[in-house]
């Protein structure tokens, strides 16, 4: 079991330039997460999605959209890049049956916005 | 929607001694809260986690708190080893979403 995985690991962009996140996960997870890292501030969610198909907007959405096509992948895309996206990108899933609540976190994408 | 608020943001402690970090909530209808430690350069890795309809929970050297009426919940590390030295970060689950809090520096020094 791979986990959660992320690619990139590293990526710099110039303003403007597009990019797109991909997030994969082999646990069967229904529910995935996007959230990005900024010193002193925590995690803070951007969007995430209940199933297949299916997306929902987070705290701080704007500038970024996402695609839910497969299950296992969960795609996160920037169309024009901003300095203020610099950050770290962690994407996680969680199982939702039995009660269960912990997200499993991936290894992260750190972002730099030129 | 639900704004969670941690102190302190740093904290240092001797070796062996305890360490407490607290954390409050706004929305009553949260009802799940973990607690995550991040260490450098790696991702959030669950500690410990606790439910809205139990009070205390345990594990090892680690014990969460929580108090619904008053909204706030806390971590407590015992015995401190310097492998402790992380960024602590709570959180609470409203719905299907999680909210954290702006995390807590812990240095054990030994």
């Known amino acids: 079991n791979a986990g959660v995985t992320q690619t990139p690991k590293f990526r710099v962009l110039k303003t403007g330039q597009s990019m797109t996140l991909l997030c994969a996960q082999d646990m069967n997870h229904e529910y995935m997460y996007w959230y990005r890292q900024d010193p002193g501030m925590g995690l803070r969610l951007i969007h995430y999605s209940v199933g297949e198909g299916t997306t929902a907007k987070g705290e701080v959405p704007d500038g970024y959209n996402v695609s839910r096509l497969k299950k296992q992948n969960f795609l996160l895309g920037l169309e024009s890049a901003a300095p203020s996206q610099t950050s770290v990108y962690f994407c996680?899933?969680?199982?939702?049956?039995?009660?269960?609540?912990?997200?499993?976190f991936g290894p992260g994408t750190r972002l730099t916005v030129t | 929607g639900e704004n969670v608020e941690q102190h302190p943001s740093t904290l240092s402690v001797q070796e062996g001694d305890s360490a407490v970090i607290k954390c409050t909530y706004s929305d009553s209808a949260s009802n799940y809260f973990p607690w995550y430690k991040q260490e450098l350069g790696k991702r959030p890795q669950l500690i410990i986690d606790?439910?809205?309809?139990?009070g205390e929970k345990k594990d090892q050297r680690i014990a969460v708190t929580l108090n619904k009426t008053a909204k706030h919940f806390s971590l407590h590390i015992t015995e401190t080893q310097p492998e402790d030295s992380a960024v602590y970060f709570c959180a609470a689950i409203t719905g299907n979403q999680f909210y954290f809090g702006t995390g807590t520096s812990l240095t054990v020094i030994p």
């Open positions: 996680a899933s969680r199982s939702p049956s039995g009660g269960a609540r912990e997200q499993y």
């Open positions: 606790i439910r809205s309809n139990v």
